[in-house]
């Protein structure tokens, strides 16, 4: 059905945009609406003012980074809304001289409620919970 693939797609973009792109405003509002909740399990944002930014210094910490999904799991809810669900495997390569080792890796649930607006489907909110991790986060140091 092509509202769940407009709904997968979302995710399926925000993915590929942080290993691919550095993320802009632009970018942001092709994914989110205007008062998007983003939560990680160690800080969130909210609004799509800022939304960008809030991504790149988070990238920073990290020389490269890539994102490997499973199919989102979408249920539509009516109303132009839409809930989805997928598993995360995300590998962050550490910058050369850091004191870990060299890639930090986590296992991942995300979820999230995407809206039609009118300029199509967007996600409104988008959490992530970690299931494991395998090496170190950046230090406080090291995440600039």
Avoid: C
């Avoid at 802009?24 to 960008?52: C, I, K, N, Q, Y």
């Avoid at 210094?57 to 989805?84: I, M, Y």
């Avoid at 986590?106 to 970690?130: I, K, M, P, Q, Y």
């Amino acid at each position: 059905m092509r509202t769940r693939d407009d709904v997968r797609t979302l995710l399926d973009r925000y993915l590929i945009g942080l290993d691919d792109e550095q993320p802009t405003d632009a970018w942001a509002a092709r994914l989110f609406t205007r008062d998007a909740e983003v939560a990680f399990p160690m800080s969130a944002h909210r609004g799509l003012e800022g939304l960008a930014a809030y991504h790149r210094d988070a990238l920073a910490a990290f020389a490269a980074t890539q994102h490997l999904g499973s199919p989102a799991v979408v249920d539509l809810l009516g109303e132009g809304r839409a809930r989805l669900r997928a598993n995360l495997v995300s590998t962050h390569v550490h910058h050369p001289g850091a004191a870990a080792g060299p890639l930090f890796t986590a296992g991942t649930l995300a979820t999230g409620e995407a809206e039609l607006t009118d300029d199509g489907w967007r996600l409104s909110s988008l959490s992530f919970r970690v299931l494991w991790t395998d090496g170190a986060p950046p230090s406080a140091k090291e995440s600039r």
